[in-house]
Nanobody, 115 residues
Framework: VHLVESGGGLVQPGGSLRLSCTAS????????MSWYRQAPGKERELVAHIYTVADNTNYADSVKGRFTISRDNAKNTVYLQMNSLKPEDTAVYYC?????????WGQGTQVTVSS
């Protein structure tokens, strides 16, 4: 099982990034997919998740209206489009796949929002 995140980097406040997480080794379409983040010295927190039905999504209040999660089951990939980025969005972003007792994590990708 592999979850590989990409798309992180350094961006100025107000900018945008799109994160991708490509999965392999399991039946992607069965899984709820989520993005979490962890800032230095803080607990890991849920950013957004998307159920197997692609229009069923949920977001943390802190990112509502700015971030959009989506999935492409044909490509085994989940995305996180991040707009209007703020310095407080700086964190390592992790992809998570969950179904029944199965729970998988990616290695994380760093997002830094700074001028």
């Amino acid at each position: 099982v592999h979850l590989v995140e990409s798309g992180g980097g350094l961006v100025q406040p107000g900018g945008s990034l799109r994160l991708s997480c490509t999965a392999s080794g399991f039946t992607f379409s069965n899984y709820k997919m989520s993005w979490y983040r962890q800032a230095p010295g803080k607990e890991r927190e849920l950013v957004a998740h998307i159920y197997t039905v692609a229009d069923n999504t949920n977001y943390a209040d802190s990112v509502k209206g700015r971030f959009t999660i989506s999935r492409d089951n044909a490509k085994n990939t989940v995305y996180l489009q991040m707009n209007s980025l703020k310095p407080e969005d700086t964190a390592v972003y992790y992809c998570n796949a969950r179904w029944l007792l199965h729970n998988y994590w990616g290695q994380g990708t760093q997002v830094t929002v700074s001028s």
